[in-house]
């Protein structure tokens, strides 16, 4: 089976497509234990460091991207949502705010003070109003609109 070796804070690791990741351990390259934290994969790589599995996978197959920068301008986005999903295929760099867009957010609540549905979207952490509405469906037409507009990257 072919892999692709990468370094990742100074550890070297063998990234294999099945997404398995090995590294040294007593002069042998052995499978990682991945865990799960809020449904993103995990390893452990050293000193109790852990790095995301889906960071070490585009680096895999990117390598002249930058997995030790961790700001909010390096973020890896899954294009599906599904945050376990970490096929090179769902993979992108983002943004936090691009990372942001990429949600299944409702984009609308009921108004209690006018009995209507308000719709809403963020951006650059400001909310815009885009209207209220007497049902559910127009709220979420008018959100799903404004997004594809908004929410492109």
Same mark, same amino acid.
């Given at each position: 089976?072919?892999?692709?070796?990468?370094?990742?804070?100074?550890?070297?690791?063998?990234?294999?497509?099945? /997404?398995?990741?090995? %590294?040294?351990?007593?002069?042998?390259?052995?499978?990682?234990?991945? @865990? *799960?934290?809020?449904?993103?994969? +995990?390893?452990?790589?050293?000193?109790?460091?852990?790095?995301?599995?889906?960071?070490?996978?585009?680096?895999?197959?990117?390598?002249?991207?930058?997995? /030790?920068?961790?700001? %909010?301008?390096?973020?890896?986005?899954?294009?599906?949502?599904?945050? @376990? *999903?970490?096929?090179?295929?769902? +993979?992108?760099?983002?943004?936090?705010?691009?990372?942001?867009?990429?949600?299944?957010?409702?984009?609308?609540?009921?108004?209690?003070?006018?009995?209507?549905?308000?719709?809403?979207?963020?951006?650059?952490?400001?909310?815009?109003?885009?209207?209220?509405?007497?049902?559910?469906?127009?709220?979420?037409?008018?959100?799903?609109?404004?997004?594809?507009?908004?929410?492109?990257?």
């Amino acid at each position: 089976m072919d892999f692709i070796e990468v370094e990742v804070f100074g550890v070297p690791l063998r990234y294999y497509d099945d /997404e398995r990741i090995e %590294k040294i351990s007593r002069g042998k390259w052995k499978p990682m234990k991945q @865990s *799960n934290c809020y449904g993103y994969k +995990l390893i452990r790589i050293k000193n109790g460091k852990k790095v995301q599995v889906h960071r070490v996978v585009y680096k895999a197959n990117n390598l002249s991207w930058n997995v /030790e920068d961790t700001s %909010k301008n390096n973020l890896i986005d899954h294009i599906d949502t599904c945050r @376990s *999903n970490n096929k090179i295929s769902n +993979l992108q760099v983002a943004t936090a705010q691009q990372n942001a867009f990429n949600t299944n957010a409702k984009g609308f609540c009921f108004h209690k003070a006018t009995n209507k549905y308000r719709a809403r979207i963020k951006l650059d952490g400001k909310s815009i109003h885009l209207g209220c509405f007497d049902t559910e469906a127009e709220a979420r037409n008018t959100y799903l609109k404004a997004k594809a507009i908004y929410h492109k990257f």
